[in-house]
């Protein structure tokens, strides 16, 4: 049985219609060297909107993408998990006047503590994929049937940051508190907590990251604060002042290059973690919701619901587009990436989710 979302949350689903202008640029998008845009350093975005994704009735917090497997997460305010499949993207213009929206797969309802902060697909080569999903408390659960394998908890301190490390066999999970925890995701234990820095009183952590090569994790504060850990040792490498409010969000483009965003400082930072200097500076003009990194660029949106992308090297020019409000008609919340076919997935504060090439 079909789902009759309410009009409240897409009054629009019936009053989209492809324009000659779409279908021209999806004709090009579909016939798009992949090799060319393989070896591009900028992201191809034409502001085209694929086709969206309804059944979420709260904001959207976060993605993750899969794609091997051809599928997407979303996790939301909602509390709810749900997974989608990739494999129909190309129909989103052919089929627009019969199949608009295109329904989850599965919905994973485990959650009872409130917003989903972090989604990840685990995948190790000899196992099945785990979804890890994060409310305060870590679900590991199957992908395929929903069925919870395993709860984590942070203590008396909620888990608001998790991210895999270790080729994904581990979590690494930082707490309000400012403990960073670190869990097996395959044998379903606990393995050693950590302080993450001297903790002033109030302090809490925000956001947490590792480097590629797994040896870093970042740790963003409430108060502006960053702190480096060795993620085999627990040591603390350094803290100092990533800006003057809170951290909400962080990335390592490389290595020994970290970028931290404090939304209300309006400005992405970016970081060389072994010099423990500031090497760039980065101006945004509005509050940032959400950012990522495709190759040499940072991907940010922000709360006037236009996303930027813009070169960390200066190599070509910065751009932004404004998405149109006749199709947008609600705030962005989050945005994921699907690299190798260059698509962006953008969720909305009423539960949308849009698929834009």
């Not at 324009?19 to 992949?34: P, Q, V, Y």
């Not at 009735?57 to 997974?83: L, Y």
């Not at 970028?259 to 930072?269: E, G, K, Q, T």
């Amino acid at each position: 049985n079909r789902i009759k979302m309410p009009t409240s949350v897409l009054p629009w689903k019936t009053k989209w219609k492809p324009s000659a202008e779409d279908k021209k640029n999806w004709n090009r998008f579909l016939s798009t060297n992949s090799e060319e845009m393989s070896k591009t350093m900028q992201f191809s975005f034409n502001d085209l909107k694929l086709r969206g994704f309804a059944g979420h009735s709260a904001a959207i917090r976060t993605f993750a993408v899969n794609e091997p497997a051809k599928v997407f997460a979303s996790g939301s305010r909602d509390r709810t998990v749900k997974i989608w499949s990739l494999n129909s993207v190309h129909q989103g213009i052919e089929h627009w006047e019969t199949d608009t929206y295109s329904e989850s797969i599965l919905t994973y309802n485990g959650h009872r503590r409130g917003a989903i902060n972090d989604v990840h697909f685990l995948t190790t080569s000899g196992l099945n994929d785990i979804v890890a999903s994060c409310d305060g408390h870590i679900h590991l659960w199957d992908p395929e049937t929903g069925v919870t394998l395993h709860q984590f908890t942070g203590g008396k301190s909620p888990i608001v940051s998790a991210k895999p490390i270790f080729q994904s066999r581990h979590l690494v999970g930082g707490t309000a508190e400012g403990h960073i925890t670190f869990f097996d995701a395959h044998n379903y234990t606990v393995l050693h907590t950590w302080k993450s820095n001297s903790m002033m009183n109030g302090t809490m952590i925000r956001v947490i990251a590792t480097n590629p090569s797994e040896t870093l994790v970042a740790v963003g504060f409430s108060t502006g604060a960053i702190s480096l850990i060795e993620s085999r040792t627990g040591t603390l490498v350094a803290s100092w002042k990533g800006g003057d409010t809170e951290i909400s969000t962080m990335k390592f483009y490389m290595d020994d290059i970290l970028l931290s965003c404090a939304p209300a400082d309006h400005l992405v930072c970016c970081w060389n973690v072994n010099r423990l200097a500031l090497v760039k500076t980065i101006p945004i003009s509005h509050d940032v919701i959400s950012l990522d990194t495709f190759k040499d660029e940072v991907l940010t949106i922000n709360n006037t619901n236009s996303v930027s992308f813009i070169p960390i090297n200066d190599d070509f020019q910065a751009y932004s587009s404004k998405f149109k409000p006749s199709i947008i008609k609600s705030q962005v919340s989050s945005f994921g990436i699907i690299p190798t076919d260059q698509l962006l997935l953008f969720g909305c504060v009423e539960g949308e989710i849009f698929l834009y090439a």
